[in-house]
């Protein structure tokens, strides 16, 4: 028993101690069979680890009964116990048998029995068992334990290299005690070779001074954020426990992602406040422009104008159409809230586009030209929606050309489709590669440099043309360009005439009102409305206006919207107490139409109003209607 007990000294698997106990047992004691079990610690089913020699019969009724009864000697086979109900009746065995359980920490973990020729066994063969069970508990309690750490090792490891950030732990010295895989796989070494080598050895220099620090201000909350090509790191350094502190566990979070989409959403507000920005800026230049406007066209209408003038008033209605037709477009693409379809002629769409563009698309140095098939049927669209689709394309095939530093040129044609209408928008930029070309239309994604592009605006446009029951594909080939073409079906119903501008002033004269807190309109308004023979009389505000239509009669009522001491809501408010008759002569004039409150406030009046700047033509147009009317 001393040389079993030896040997088991080294032994620390529990199919090695399993082995030797069955080899001393049989040396020492001779048996005929021998069947041995251990019990799983948290299940009463039985593990039959051993039977010796193989084919004997099922013993797992005589184990199970040594843990009730304990170390037993059986002189006379298992027939009493048979007899005695204690043993099932197949269960066959004669001769004698020795019975002992494998007991640790007071718990029966495991049973022997062995059996051999009639009066084999005594109890001097059952102490020499039981002390040989006693010995082998002993070591597989051992064994249990060095498994149950083994197998804790490697659920740690399991579990630390199944998450996604990098771990490494390292000692005071900075040699690394253990690592998960996502730190092997970021500093490009195998796993086997990290544990015992100082971190420095592994990560990029430029890290060493940040990550130091770290180590240094370990537990104070410190994150430093590291780079390495386009990945970055948020690097946390902790005590690997709360009363050890001669490990410290440096945490590697990849942060790219994150940081990408937080840049992104970031863009989009700075995008989105500059489109406010430029909407409001363009908002306050419509009351000026509407008095140049105006200017230029009352003083060409004046007749014997001097030759010397005719060609500046000429160059100044021109700039001031274009500077107005370039406000309406930026209000029009700003104009966020109203999305209401109507059939839509695409000439005048494509046309206000380039003109937004302009500038841009000379700055890159690109040429765009429109081609419009003849007589092509007008789509039912969202005109404000459409247009920002055609922006972001025209202004993507215009940064894609800058990239090559040369100049390039954009084709935009329109054409008939099956049941409705294609634009092409054309490039001869760098074109795209097949991995690239499969991503553009994904949110976020973008081969623009950081900070000059969101990557949401395919994704958008793809969503604007399936709200519409339209599609956008692309057609691209690396160096060689890029196409787009947006499909979209057609209206539903014919788009409506545009109104005829009048040719003179309507032969009724008119009592008009006009309400604006601007002198400068006030003044063109009277002196055009005076010389096409009508009577103006002005308010500077909604109070004095309000009062103006107590006290007199009039055939039509011009009110700005915006306006000091009771603005045009407040003013129409009133109208409809005081003189709800008033309600339909009443015309409104702004410049506001981005504001959703402010489309809301004129689509629920129903009435026309005029949009700053106005022209005379609109102006005639209006004044011809009240004539009719009156």
Request: with cysteine; charged share 25%.
């Amino acid at each position: 028993m001393t040389a079993f007990g030896q040997e088991l000294a080294g032994t620390l698997r529990r199919a090695s101690v399993i082995d030797l106990l069955m080899r001393h047992i049989r040396e020492s004691l001779s048996p005929t069979e021998i069947a041995l079990a251990l019990f799983h610690p948290d299940a009463e089913a039985r593990d039959v680890v051993h039977a010796w020699p193989t084919g004997r019969p099922d013993r797992r009724p005589l184990l199970q009964l040594v843990e009730q009864r304990g170390p037993l000697v059986l002189a006379d086979g298992l027939t009493p116990l048979v007899e005695a109900g204690e043993l099932p009746p197949q269960v066959d065995g004669g001769g004698s048998w020795l019975l002992a359980p494998f007991v640790a920490r007071g718990r029966v973990t495991g049973a022997m029995a062995i059996g051999g020729e009639p009066g084999r066994f005594g109890p001097s063969a059952l102490r020499l068992l039981e002390g040989l069970v006693s010995q082998a508990s002993i070591a597989l309690e051992s064994a249990r334990l060095v498994d149950l750490h083994d197998d804790g090792r490697r659920s740690w490891q399991e579990v630390v290299d199944a998450i996604s950030p990098a771990l490494c732990i390292v000692d005071r010295g900075g040699r690394i005690r253990r690592a998960n895989r996502a730190f092997a796989d970021l500093v490009n070494a195998p796993p086997a070779s990290l544990i015992g080598r100082p971190w420095q050895a592994f990560i990029p220099p430029e890290w060493s001074g940040e990550l130091q620090r770290a180590l240094e201000q370990q537990g104070a909350g410190r994150e430093v954020d590291l780079r390495t090509g386009e990945r970055t790191y948020a690097v946390t350094a902790v005590p690997s426990t709360s009363t050890d502190r001669s490990a410290l566990v440096l945490l590697f979070d990849d942060q790219t992602e994150r940081r990408r989409l937080q840049d992104q959403l970031i863009q989009s507000e700075k995008l989105s406040a500059i489109g406010q920005l430029i909407a409001g800026i363009a908002h306050d230049l419509n009351n000026p422009l509407a008095s140049v406007v105006g200017f230029a066209d009352f003083l060409k209408e004046v007749p014997n104008v001097p030759p010397a003038l005719r060609e500046p008033l000429t160059v100044i209605q021109e700039e001031a159409e274009r500077a107005s037709n370039i406000v309406k477009n930026l209000l029009g693409f700003a104009r966020k809230q109203e999305h209401q379809r109507r059939p839509t002629p695409l000439r005048p769409l494509l046309d206000a586009t380039f003109v937004l563009l302009r500038n841009q698309l000379m700055a890159h140095r690109v040429e765009a030209r429109i081609e419009i098939e003849p007589d092509l049927p007008a789509p039912d669209i969202d005109p404000n929606q459409i247009q920002q689709v055609f922006v972001n394309l025209i202004n993507n095939a215009a940064q894609a050309i800058a990239s090559t530093g040369r100049p390039g040129r954009v084709l935009v044609r329109a054409r008939r489709w099956l049941d409705g209408v294609a634009i092409d928008v054309i490039d001869d930029g760098p074109g795209m590669s097949e991995p690239v070309a499969a991503q553009v239309f994904e949110p976020f994604f973008t081969t623009k440099p950081e900070g000059e592009g969101t990557g949401l605006g395919l994704s958008i446009s793809q969503g604007i043309l399936r709200e519409h029951g339209g599609r956008i594909m692309l057609f691209t080939e690396e160096g060689r360009g890029s196409s787009f073409t947006v499909q979209l079906p057609l209206a539903s119903r014919p788009p409506a005439p545009p109104p005829e501008p009048g040719t003179g002033a309507p032969t009724k004269r008119l009592r008009v009102l006009v309400v604006d807190d601007e002198p400068h309109i006030l003044h063109y308004m009277r002196a055009t409305l005076e010389a096409w023979g009508h009577t103006p009389v002005v308010a500077s505000n909604g109070r004095e206006g309000l009062e103006l239509t107590e006290r007199e009669t009039f055939d039509l009522v011009i009110s700005d919207l915006r306006m000091p001491e009771l603005g045009g809501r407040e003013f129409y408010e009133e109208l409809a107490r005081r003189q709800p008759a008033m309600l339909d002569r009443l015309v409104f004039s702004t410049g506001d139409t981005v504001r959703g409150d402010t489309l809301a406030f004129l689509e629920s009046i129903d009435r026309p109003y005029l949009h700053k700047p106005f022209s005379l033509a609109e102006l005639r147009a209006l004044l011809a209607g009240v004539a009719r009317e009156a």
